[in-house]
């Protein structure tokens, strides 16, 4: 399935393949941009399809993941803020434990709620620690969550905060600076992350230039995630995809 190649790691903190995932936020898309992105996402290599928010206003999902289906063999991976948005024709989910925050809803509350559901559906469920970092603003996954992401110059604590998330069993650390920040989460911040567990690291928020999509993935990002710049600039999708294809093959290079 989509992410178990992910795991494939043979030592510990050896470098691996770089993925992108593209966040598509179900209230800011109609079909005629979505199709663009589509299309967009069919000619520059996207390994996967984000969908979801912190906040969904809309009934669009269901019709947004029908019309990705429809139109592109991209796997489609739910990013749930609740168990309200589940839907059974993804090609799986992230289950995302809140591990930055100390509000148990977000920690075991909706998976409670969601189990059930997800037990028998035919989604792939990928165990996620999601971790929030302050990037120079509230953003709305702190204000929804009530709680406080880690300060930005704290990367011993994402450190600390991550290997528990592993010890806790959970396949995959997502550092999250929320859509619209300011600032990109810290190299400092992703290395000390990445030295210290072996399950992939997931990154996103605030990467809005190919050299801040440079820096993520030398700190040792295994997947960056790219949502709202390209929701203003498709454009960066290319930049992303072929900064990422360009990564990959001088690794290859060197092996």
Not at 68 to 90: M, T
Not at 128 to 146: E, F, H, I, K, P
Not at 192 to 201: G, I, L, S
Request: net charge negative.
């Amino acid at each position: 399935m989509p992410f178990n190649n992910l795991r494939n790691r043979q030592k510990q903190h050896e470098p691996g393949r770089k993925h992108f995932a593209v966040l598509l936020d179900p209230d800011n898309l109609d079909e005629a941009s979505c199709l663009n992105l589509l299309a967009l996402s069919e000619t520059h290599q996207v390994d996967f399809f984000f969908v979801g928010g912190s906040l969904i206003t809309t009934d669009n999902q269901a019709s947004i993941i029908r019309l990705i289906k429809e139109n592109s063999s991209i796997p489609v991976i739910l990013f749930p803020s609740n168990s309200l948005h589940i839907d059974k024709q993804a090609d799986g989910i992230l289950l995302l434990s809140l591990i930055s925050g100390r509000n148990p809803d977000f920690l075991i509350g909706q998976h409670v709620l969601s189990a059930p559901i997800l037990k028998t559906s035919q989604l792939q469920v990928y165990p996620t620690g999601y971790m929030l970092v302050d990037t120079g603003r509230q953003t709305t996954a702190s204000y929804m969550s009530g709680t406080t992401p880690i300060p930005y110059d704290k990367p011993g604590i994402a450190a600390c905060t991550a290997m528990a998330g592993e010890l806790l069993g959970l396949r995959y650390i997502y550092l999250d600076g929320g859509s619209g920040a300011m600032h990109p989460i810290s190299a400092d911040m992703i290395k000390a992350v990445r030295e210290v567990v072996d399950v992939p690291v997931i990154v996103g928020g605030g990467i809005n230039t190919a050299d801040k999509a440079a820096a993520a993935l030398e700190a040792g990002a295994d997947v960056l995630v790219i949502g709202n710049h390209i929701e203003k600039n498709p454009g960066f999708l290319a930049e992303v995809s072929h900064l990422i294809a360009s990564y990959n093959v001088a690794l290859n290079v060197h092996r």
